[in-house]
């Protein structure tokens, strides 16, 4: 009997030592010499007989995750692959069933598939996870007394990971999200001009964006955008801003147009002084011919032995002649009457020669003058 009892003092005293190292080590309580020292193991063991107080390491701060990263750790229990039963519970894509037990508390839910399941202990109820959009109408007034309807389009998702919160603490997510952006654009619209609240249509959607995201996260719902699809006035307001708009154009319209006109007198004015410069030139070159001819013919009677006199009436006659043949032969000209018997020529004759003697005398009093 002292033997044995001698044997069991020895084995609790060679089995204390690593009993005490085992515990320290479950526990995380290092000696604070151990990372430095090879040898602290060693002295570590009689301390931890001796019953010594061990000096241990200070603790880490534990790892701050950011509210991105939060938003997808799993709250809750997690997907269930089997339950007890001989029913079958079937999931679409795009959806999770929510199971709970005796009707009551949340024990999981069911990714998309089939999963066996007992009808009486467990019921599962399909939730769907597809992104969805909701459309909000807001009446309000703008700074200069304008009434607005603002449609806003709202696209949220159930986040898997806070399907708890998403099915069992709110009841009605899309009218909470009308009500957030009724009360961000109720804020902002009324310190806003007409023209200035389309010109902010960008920033007005941020701050919705931005709201909602903070209000819907926690109970699981994830905003993905929210766009101001319409701002929509008053119907008169409506008909004065396009008549407004209506009058503007045709003025600009008129002004165009009176630019168009003016452009085209100028244009034409132009074109009939260039036309009667052309014309007087060409007048001119005419006469000069006729000049040059008149004296080339003067020159070859008066070479045949025709006197000047004659020369002309012959000329005179010549020209009177082809007038009414040119006359005759064109049927578009106005009737006209000229002398037409043996002495029209001679007549003709007369009244040239005497503005030619009317313009001699003339003359030397115009020198004089």
Not at 279 to 297: P, Q
């Amino acid at each position: 009997a002292r033997q044995s009892s001698a044997r069991r003092k020895k084995k609790v005293s060679t089995r204390t030592p690593n009993a005490a190292l085992k515990q320290t080590e479950m526990e995380g309580n290092t000696p604070a010499a151990a990372s430095h020292d090879p040898g602290a193991g060693i002295a570590a063991e009689p301390a931890a007989v001796l019953g010594k107080p061990l000096v241990l390491a200070p603790e880490l701060p534990p790892v701050q995750e950011d509210e991105a990263n939060m938003e997808d750790l799993e709250v809750g229990p997690g997907p269930i692959s089997c339950l007890p039963g001989c029913w079958f519970s079937i999931i679409e894509p795009g959806s999770v069933g929510v199971v709970q037990r005796c009707g009551g508390s949340y024990i999981g839910y069911q990714e998309p598939g089939c999963i066996p399941y007992c009808c009486w202990i467990d019921t599962i109820n399909s939730v769907d996870l597809k992104v969805k959009q909701v459309r909000c109408h807001t009446d309000c007034k703008t700074l200069d007394n304008v009434t607005l309807k603002v449609t806003t389009v709202v696209t949220y998702k159930i986040n898997k990971a806070k399907l708890k919160q998403a099915v069992f603490e709110i009841d009605d997510p899309e009218n909470q999200m009308q009500a957030y952006a009724d009360n961000i654009i109720r804020s902002a619209l009324p310190s806003m001009e007409l023209d200035q609240a389309y010109a902010n249509k960008e920033t007005l959607c941020h701050s919705i964006t931005v709201e909602l995201r903070k209000s819907m996260a926690q109970y699981g719902y994830n905003i993905y955008n929210a766009l101001v699809t319409d701002l929509v006035p008053d119907h008169e307001v409506l008909q004065a801003m396009n008549a407004i708009n209506a009058a503007k154009r045709k003025r600009v319209a008129a002004q165009e147009e009176a630019e168009a006109k003016k452009l085209m007198q100028v244009k034409e004015a132009e074109a009939e002084a260039e036309a009667k410069y052309l014309s007087g030139t060409g007048i001119a070159r005419m006469r000069k011919a006729i000049a040059e001819g008149v004296k080339e013919s003067m020159d070859t009677m008066t070479a045949a032995g025709i006197s000047e006199q004659d020369a002309m009436r012959m000329m005179i006659t010549t020209q009177y002649i082809d007038t009414l043949k040119d006359f005759a032969n064109n049927g578009r000209s106005s009737a006209i009457m000229v002398p037409s018997g043996p002495g029209a020529a001679s007549d003709v004759e007369a009244q040239v020669r005497n503005g030619f003697i009317a313009g001699s005398a003339l003359r030397p009093q115009q020198q004089e003058m």
